[in-house]
C-alpha cells in the first residue's frame, strides 16, 4: 500500500512540475513564435503575391473584425507612396489537411493580385503541386468571383490533385468574402 | 576521478558510437541528414536533452521507485524535448521547418531511455552527464558526417556552401531516402573493416561477424548480467 502510494506521489509531483515549466516557457516564448512564424511562413507568400510593394506589408499588419466576431489579420502594400493590394491568410480543407493561402486583392478594380500558399499537409508531389507557380500564377488578376473552370470560372484544376485545387479555389473564396465584408474599413484604415 | 569521467564521455565516440556501433536511433539518422546543417542542428538538439535527461534523472534516480521507473524517465525527456521545441521554434525557425515531426519524435528515440535505463538511473550525477555529453556528441558527429557525404553528392555543396566543380552532375539518389540505406551501409561495412583490421594488428583475434548475440554489445545493462543471455 505504501509503495504504491509513493508511486502515485513522486508521478503526480514529477507530471506536475514538468507541467509548470513547460506552460511558462510556452508563455515566454509565445510572442517571439509569432513573429518568427510570419517571418518564415507567411512572409515568403507575401513576397510572392506582392513582388513589387515598396512597404513591408508584414509589418503594417492590422487585425480587423468581422461582423460574426472572427478577427481577420490584413496586410497592406503600397506601391509609389499608395495602397495597391491587400492580402489576407484563410484556409480551406483539402486532401490531407487545411491549406492555408494568403489571397492579395486589388483594391481599386475588385481583382485578385496573386496569392501564395502558406501550409499545407497534401500528398507530396501530388497535391503539393498547387503551391507551383504553374498553378499559382493562374490567380493573377482573375477577377472576382474565383471559381474552378468547372465551375464556370477561369482556374484550371491540376488533374489528380482535383481535392487539392478545390480546396485552394475555397480557401480563396473566404477570403473574398471577408475582403467584401471588411473593404469599408480596409479603405478607411489605409487610404 | 577524471580518467573515469573521460572514458564515460569518450565511450559514445568510437566504442559506442549511438548509430554505427549500437545502430540506435536509426529512424532520425535516415530521415533528416539531407544536408550536414539540419544532421548537426539534430544532433545539438539530442545532446542537449540526453545531456540533460541524463542529469536529471542521476539526480533523482534514488527518488524513483523502480516499478514506475520507465514512466518518470519519459515524463523527463518528453518535457525536455518540448522545451526544445519551443526553444527552436522561437531562435531558430528553419531548422525547425526543415526538421520537422523528428524534433518531437526524439522522446522516442531510443538512445535517450537506453542511457537513462542503462547508465542515468545507476549512476551518480557527474558520470552521468559526461555519459549524456559523450553519446550526443558521438550522435551529432555520426549525424553531421552521414549528412555531409549526402550533401556533397547529391547537391555538390557542403553545409550549403558550393564546393564541387561546375561539372559535377550531383546525383539526386543520395539526398533521396534510398540513398541514406546505401550510405548507411557503406558506413557500417567500413566501421566493422577498420575494427577488424585493427584488432588484426594488435594480435587479437578477429571480432567475429555478425557480432554474437546481446552479450557483444557493451551498451546494454543485460551485459553485466550473465545469467538473462
Same mark, same amino acid.
Given at each position: 500500500?505504501? /509503495?504504491?502510494?509513493?508511486? @502515485? ?6 507530471? =506536475?512540475? #514538468? ?24 512572409? *515568403? ?26 478577427? @481577420?489579420?490584413?496586410? *497592406? ?13 484563410? /484556409? ?50 482573375? /477577377? ?19 481535392? #487539392?485545387?478545390?480546396? @485552394?479555389?475555397?480557401?480563396? =473564396? ?18 | ?22 545502430? &540506435? ?61 519551443? &526553444? ?63 550533401? &556533397?553528392?547529391?547537391?555538390?555543396? &557542403? ?71
Amino acid at each position: 500500500m505504501a /509503495s504504491i502510494l509513493r508511486m @502515485v506521489a513522486v508521478l503526480s509531483l514529477l507530471c =506536475a512540475s #514538468s507541467g509548470f515549466l513547460l506552460s511558462y516557457l510556452k508563455m515566454t516564448t509565445a510572442g517571439r513564435i509569432e513573429e518568427q512564424v510570419l517571418t518564415y511562413v507567411q512572409g *515568403p507568400a507575401l513576397a510572392e503575391v506582392f513582388p513589387d510593394a515598396e512597404n513591408v506589408p508584414l509589418t503594417e499588419r492590422h487585425a480587423f473584425t468581422l461582423p460574426d466576431g472572427r478577427s @481577420v489579420t490584413v496586410f *497592406p502594400a503600397r506601391k509609389d507612396g499608395k495602397l495597391y493590394g491587400v492580402a489576407m491568410e484563410n /484556409s480551406a480543407p483539402g486532401f490531407g489537411g487545411d491549406i492555408s493561402v494568403i489571397t492579395g486583392f486589388d483594391a481599386s478594380r475588385d481583382a485578385l493580385i496573386g496569392i501564395g500558399i502558406t501550409t499545407m499537409k497534401e500528398t507530396p508531389g501530388i497535391g503539393t503541386q498547387v503551391s507551383d507557380p504553374s498553378f499559382t500564377t493562374q490567380f493573377r488578376g482573375v /477577377s472576382l468571383p474565383v471559381a474552378l473552370s468547372s465551375g464556370g470560372g477561369s482556374i484550371d484544376a491540376i488533374s489528380g490533385a482535383t481535392i #487539392s485545387s478545390t480546396g @485552394v479555389v475555397d480557401a480563396v =473564396a473566404r477570403a473574398t468574402e471577408d475582403y467584401e465584408t471588411l473593404k469599408e474599413q480596409i479603405l478607411s484604415r489605409w487610404q | 576521478m577524471p580518467g573515469t569521467l573521460w572514458k564515460e564521455f569518450s565511450k559514445g565516440l568510437w566504442k559506442e558510437l549511438p548509430p554505427f556501433r549500437l545502430v &540506435l536511433g536509426l529512424c532520425p539518422v535516415l530521415a533528416v541528414t539531407k544536408s550536414a546543417s539540419t544532421g548537426l542542428g539534430m544532433g545539438m538538439a539530442v545532446i542537449f536533452v540526453l545531456a540533460l535527461s541524463n542529469m536529471i534523472i542521476s539526480l533523482v534516480r534514488n527518488m524513483i521507485p523502480q516499478k514506475v521507473r520507465i514512466a518518470c524517465f519519459i515524463v523527463i525527456s518528453a518535457s525536455l524535448v518540448v522545451a526544445v521545441e519551443l &526553444l527552436m521554434q522561437a531562435y531558430a525557425y528553419p531548422l525547425y521547418q526543415s526538421l520537422g515531426i523528428f524534433v518531437p519524435l526524439i522522446v522516442v528515440n531510443c538512445i535517450i531511455l537506453g542511457r537513462a535505463e542503462a547508465f542515468a538511473g545507476k549512476n551518480p550525477v557527474l558520470p552521468s552527464l559526461a555519459d549524456g555529453l559523450g553519446m550526443g556528441l558521438g550522435y551529432t558527429l555520426s549525424l553531421t558526417f552521414l549528412g555531409a557525404v549526402r550533401e &556533397l553528392f547529391g547537391a555538390g555543396t &557542403l553545409f550549403g556552401a558550393p564546393v564541387m566543380p561546375s561539372a559535377f552532375e550531383p546525383f539526386a539518389f543520395m539526398v533521396e531516402a534510398p540513398g541514406a540505406f546505401v550510405c548507411l551501409g557503406l558506413i557500417l561495412a567500413s566501421m566493422n573493416y577498420l575494427n577488424a583490421h585493427m584488432a588484426r594488428r594488435r594480435g587479437e583475434e578477429e571480432p567475429e561477424n555478425p557480432r554474437s548475440g546481446c552479450m557483444a554489445c557493451g551498451a546494454c545493462s543485460r551485459a553485466n548480467s550473465p545469467a538473462q543471455q
